[in-house]
């Protein structure tokens, strides 16, 4: 394993660590995830050593919001930091804190330091990650892919951190932005949104959320989560034909058909959207 942009070997940090209480953690769709102590095991595959060194680079570089990388146990598990606070775990309607403006623009002004932490994060040659295997182009970034409000660690009004590393890839940064402009605003039928306790201002969160993030241009910014909601489907069916339990259990339990209302829902308002992002 290198550094991005060294050709020196990093000195092994991957040790056998001793398997304690197991506590089993809340989520988890495409992986088991337990706690031990102050410490997160979670079954892994081949993009394991890829996003290793992200998280290595976001720990050198002082990102707060990341878990840090403790090694390998004796199951095989990555070890990763315990990050302490509250999640949403399985509650309906979800946590107020979820909700709340100031969670959106924290998240927005979070997800722009992510980005700025990993301008030179420049993962040599094709690397396999979970969804593809790719090279980064100059106009990308490694994106996490995933922070969304079920991702962050909550404590005493304010993020303390980003879980669920293992579906970070290269793309645009608008991609990231997308996904969480979808699952932030959020972008839900007004049902399913009612579900989970969310707002229905969605536009107004929508542009709450650029404004934290710092993004300028604005045209065509709907187009991309529409896009990066279509591609999520795929990629959740892709992945479940080729035999993954866990987006199997994605299809299994409708969320592809919610993405699915999602997406027509953000159709039939885009005019209006549009219009207040503009």
Not at 58 to 68: K, N, T
Not at 79 to 85: K, M, T, W, Y
Not at 104 to 114: D, F, K, S
Not at 227 to 250: K, V, Y
């Amino acid at each position: 394993m290198t550094i991005a942009g060294s050709s020196s070997p990093l000195p092994s940090l991957v040790h056998t660590v001793g398997v304690d209480e197991e506590e089993p953690l809340l989520g988890g769709n495409v992986g088991s995830v337990v706690r031990i102590g102050d410490t997160v095991r979670r079954s892994t595959g081949p993009w394991m050593d890829v996003v290793h060194e992200l998280l290595r680079h976001l720990e050198h570089v002082g990102f707060a919001y990341s878990p840090r990388v403790l090694g390998i146990d004796d199951q095989g598990r990555e070890v990763l930091s315990f990050i302490e606070g509250e999640t949403i775990g399985a509650t309906h309607p979800w946590p107020a804190w979820a909700w709340a403006d100031e969670t959106l623009v924290q998240a927005g002004r979070i997800l722009g330091e992510y980005h700025e932490a990993v301008r030179d994060f420049r993962p040599r040659g094709s690397r396999t990650w979970h969804l593809t295997t790719a090279a980064i182009t100059n106009e990308e970034v490694v994106c996490h892919n995933d922070v969304a409000p079920y991702n962050l660690v909550f404590q005493d009004g304010r993020i303390v951190g980003i879980i669920d590393w293992d579906l970070a890839s290269p793309a645009m940064p608008s991609w990231d932005l997308a996904w969480s402009a979808w699952t932030f605003a959020p972008i839900h039928t007004p049902d399913h949104a009612t579900r989970l306790g969310a707002p229905l201002d969605i536009a107004r969160r929508i542009r709450l959320l650029c404004d934290a993030y710092g993004l300028q241009e604005r045209e065509g910014f709907l187009d991309v989560i529409e896009q990066r909601m279509h591609a999520s489907i795929i990629g959740i069916e892709t992945q479940a034909a080729a035999g993954d339990e866990g987006f199997a259990r994605l299809i299994a339990e409708g969320h592809v058909d919610r993405m699915r209302d999602d997406a027509d829902w953000l159709a039939s308002r885009r005019s209006q959207w549009t219009a207040a992002l503009s």
